[in-house]
């Protein structure tokens, strides 16, 4: 795991481009469509937009807003009758260099400037009630804040098995660790769990791999009292020490608040998810 | 009035109260509970009377509301709004983004307006939510009132009670609405099977406007919507819906609204003031738009889209009553003390899992009215709220029909809605 704890994060940036798509199929024609996009990177001190844009086919009314935790989302309205509804998401950003250094601290008795009850509350998909045990086993003697971070997301990374098809977009983080398999988001679910159990704020991150096209990825991101939201991967077993891997789309409690597509139909057909393809180009900054 | 029931004794009150009841049913005064079930509205004769004062108060305090609110609306609409937040207002679900820069006849989206008050005890009435969808039950008021003259005549001579008609003030709102003269004007309903269906038809006879269902109506290639009739097709100006999903009805009526070819009661994209999280900005929208503070106060809610009011609901949870943001008529309303402790936990993982679809209210201790039991022959005593129905036309005015519909709560209970299995009760507003 690539902890640099206490010593200077890799100090490089990105500039680039980026597109996500996806496309949703429907069994018969559909009146209207009403849905509710995170698909619009989320900027913070790392991230920044230079212009964005959302298409959508057939075309649709919009408004944009921020909801709980800062994820722009895109609310659209299709009023023209469909059997596919294609969304297209891009634009330019830049990705800033990571301030770091940032030095271990006791987990005991961290003050936080902002709210995070719901980074300690169990949330649709995690419930650290039930993970407590196996929380503090892991944890051992670790007293400090990162270290007991890197110990839950090594322990995760190496006994959760990666694989396809064993789990649900709904899937709970106990049931993860019951299974023993699963894919990112499952990792990054039971993660979130063993970390709020420690009393640890924690969030889920979906994002765009810089390095590699094709589906979206998920990680976590811990609350540190100097740092602010530092990142840790159950599933390439990183912490902190990001560097430039992901584009950030959307934060919550968990991927029921970060879906990129949520919303309702009208039609008497049933609908499907048939395309998702996320890319980003660019080079690295220094 | 007591003595006045005494002076009637049980046996004569037990017959007028079976006798106008079973006129009740004659005249089809029914609401739809399920597919297989109408039920004759109950009443109970005894009619609450409100002072004149109280009236005044609670009428000037519906009308700022229904100001305020469509001001809203219409701010909403052309992207001005900033009183209520924005993740709060375009999480709503009926927020309708297609119908941004879309400006309804007159610019009024509220047209019809039921509003539900409770009283907390000598008059202070709070509010409890805004119905803005398409409000029913001014019927009922209607029907308890004319009926409670034949019951208790000698009632109705010993008080000076305010009268008032709806006909023309609907008819007047309607013409208002539209730029000729003499409005064609059809009620959509969604037809036999509705729970309101008694309510549809009654307005359409008193109106005298032709009752249509979805399939009556079409969009003629110019673009505006027509009716099929026996003597042809006609064009329709107006339509005072009573269904609120109008794509699915007529199909292209989003469009020919958007164009103004025809104007919609309520208007398009009214709902948002329907929703129960919404509602805990109108004083707020009272203050900003109209420069005054509300007559009429909400009841204390909370918005559990805030983590620590959420944190704070869910610890206290055998306390509250929750309601579903987009629910009405008494669906979608959950009353914790009510419920045993499986399903309370089973309301917390709901609040948990969405947080931004629920509002909580604390249950309040409001007033109580007598009911007369057939059984006992006595009088008992029960929860009851008052549904105040208002109108605002295209010329700006409001009127509040006085009185409004009494609902009275099952025994030991305090939901009053029609479709909880509650009573109606004539209402007096005295002179």
């Known amino acids: 795991m690539q902890a640099n704890l206490g010593s200077q994060v890799s100090q490089v940036g990105f500039v680039g481009e980026y597109r996500y798509e996806t496309v949703y199929q429907y ?196 609350l540190h009292p100097e740092g602010g939201w530092l990142p840790a991967d159950p599933t390439k077993a990183i912490l902190i020490d990001a560097g430039t891997t992901y584009l950030k789309l959307a934060v919550g409690r968990d991927y029921t608040d970060v879906s990129p597509v949520s919303g309702t139909f009208l039609s008497t057909g049933t609908g499907q998810l048939s395309r998702v393809f996320a890319q980003v180009r660019g080079t690295n900054t220094y | ?104 006849a007159k610019d009024v989206y509220a047209h019809i307006y039921g509003v539900d008050l409770v009283n907390l005890g000598n008059g202070d009435y709070v509010v409890l939510e805004d119905n803005l969808r398409i409000p029913s039950g001014i019927s009922y008021q209607l029907k308890c009132r004319d009926l409670t003259d034949q019951v208790l005549p000698e009632l109705k001579r010993s008080y000076s009670v305010m009268d008032y008609e709806i006909g023309n003030t609907y008819l007047r709102l309607f013409e208002s609405l539209c730029n000729t003269h003499h409005p064609s004007c059809v009620i959509l309903t969604d037809g036999s099977f509705g729970p309101a269906f008694f309510e549809h038809r009654y307005l359409s006879e008193i109106l005298g406007i032709p009752l249509v269902e979805g399939s009556d109506l079409f969009i003629h290639k110019d673009g505006t919507v027509r009716a099929r009739t026996v003597d042809g097709d006609i064009k329709v100006d107006l339509i005072y819906r009573r269904v609120e999903d109008l794509e699915l009805f007529v199909s292209g009526l989003t469009e020919a ?79 914790m003390e009510d419920l045993d402790p499986a399903r309370r936990k089973e309301m917390s993982q709901r609040i948990i899992d969405k947080p931004f679809a629920f509002i909580a209210q604390e249950p309040l201790d409001f007033s109580k009215h007598v009911v007369f039991n057939k059984q006992s022959g006595g009088l008992e005593e029960r929860y009851i709220d008052l549904r105040v129905y208002a109108v605002q036309d295209g010329e700006g005015k409001v009127t509040v029909f006085p009185g409004g519909l009494t609902r009275v709560a099952r025994a030991n209970t305090r939901i009053t809605n029609n479709s909880s299995g509650g009573l109606c009760k004539p209402t007096w507003v005295l002179r």
């Not at chain 2, 109950?42 to 004149?52: A, F, G, K, N």
């Not at chain 2, 503070?293 to 206290?316: C, G």
């Open chain 1, 27 to 222: 069994t018969d024609f559909v009146l209207q469509n009403d849905d509710f996009l995170r698909v619009i990177p989320h900027q913070d001190d790392h991230t920044m937009l230079d212009g964005h844009d959302v298409e959508t086919s057939p075309p649709s009314a919009y408004v944009e807003f921020n909801d709980n935790y800062g994820n722009v989302v895109r609310r659209i309205k299709v009023t023209t009758r469909h059997k596919e509804l294609s969304i297209v998401s891009k634009g330019n950003f830049r990705l800033r260099p990571w301030r770091g250094p940032y030095p271990d601290v006791p987990v005991q008795n961290m003050k936080f400037n902002e709210d995070v009850t719901d980074f300690l509350s169990p949330s649709p998909l995690v419930k650290p009630y039930l993970l407590g045990d196996l929380a503090r086993k892991i944890a051992g003697d670790s007293t400090r804040l990162v270290e007991t971070v890197g110990r839950i997301t090594q322990w995760v990374h190496d006994n959760i098995k990666y694989e396809r098809g064993t789990t649900t977009v709904l899937t709970e983080a106990h049931q993860v660790l019951a299974n023993g398999r699963g894919v990112c988001q499952d990792k990054v679910h039971l993660a979130l769990g063993l970390l709020r159990a420690l009393w640890i704020p924690s969030r889920y991150v979906s994002c765009i791999l810089t390095e590699q096209a094709g589906d979206t990825h998920a990680y976590v991101e811990f």
């Open chain 2, 1 to 104: 009035m007591i003595d006045a029931f005494d002076g009637l004794g049980v046996k004569e009150i037990r017959k007028r109260w079976t006798a106008a009841n079973r006129q009740v049913e004659l005249d089809s005064f029914t609401f739809r509970l399920d597919p297989h079930q109408w039920r004759a509205v109950p009443i109970d004769w005894v009619p609450r009377l409100i002072t004149h004062e109280e009236w005044s108060r609670i009428a000037a305090g519906v009308e700022q509301r229904l100001r305020a609110i469509n001001r809203f609306l219409l701010e909403l609409y052309s992207g001005k709004q900033d009183v209520v937040p924005e993740n709060v207002v375009y999480s709503c679900v009926n927020f309708n983004p297609d119908l941004q820069g879309v400006r309804p």
């Open chain 2, 257 to 335: 609204y958007r164009q103004g070819k025809v104007a919609l009661v309520n208007a398009m994209g009214t709902g948002v003031a329907d929703d129960k999280l919404v509602y805990l900005w109108v004083p707020e929208m009272i203050r900003r738009y109209l420069g005054k503070e509300p007559i009429l106060p909400n009841a204390k809610a909370y918005n559990l889209m805030d983590s620590k009011t959420r944190q704070f609901a869910l610890q206290n949870i055998g306390n509250l009553v929750f309601k579903a943001r987009e629910g009405y008529g008494g669906l979608g309303v959950y009353i």
